[in-house]
């Protein structure tokens, strides 16, 4: 069992900057696969950068050079870091962890990027 909590999220101008938190518990932490989603209203949730047990990361397009995903095991945490963020980047984020068939949800945490 894994749990997740996110952190970090919060207004900001466009062009601004954020840096997101997700904290885990439980074991085997670097086995698993962690990702971030989002949700913007009346949206699907959409995957926005994933880093594998072997640091390997993928990236939304919509998101390719702005956003950093990374993770520590020893801490058992993944951050995101977010740069040049626009409107559209406005949703709920969420941390994601997997790792064969289980997969955990953390709560989420509000971005808004707005003037």
């Known amino acids: 069992q894994v749990q997740l909590v996110e952190s970090g999220g919060g207004l900001v101008q466009p062009g601004g900057s954020l840096r997101l938190s997700c904290a885990a518990s439980?074991?085997?932490?670097?086995?698993?696969?962690m990702a971030w989603y989002r949700q913007a209203p009346g949206k699907q949730r959409e995957l926005v950068a994933r880093?594998?047990?072997?640091?390997?990361?993928n990236y939304a397009d919509s998101v390719k050079d702005r956003f950093t995903i990374s993770r520590d095991n020893a801490k058992k945490m993944v951050y995101l870091q977010m740069n040049s963020l626009k409107t559209e980047d406005t949703a709920v984020y969420y941390c994601?962890?997997?790792?064969?068939?289980?997969?955990?949800w953390g709560q989420g945490t509000q971005v808004t990027v707005a003037s």
């Open positions: 880093i594998d047990s072997g640091y390997r990361t």
């Open positions: 439980g074991n085997n932490f670097s086995f698993y696969t």
């Open positions: 994601n962890a997997e790792y064969i068939r289980s997969a955990y």
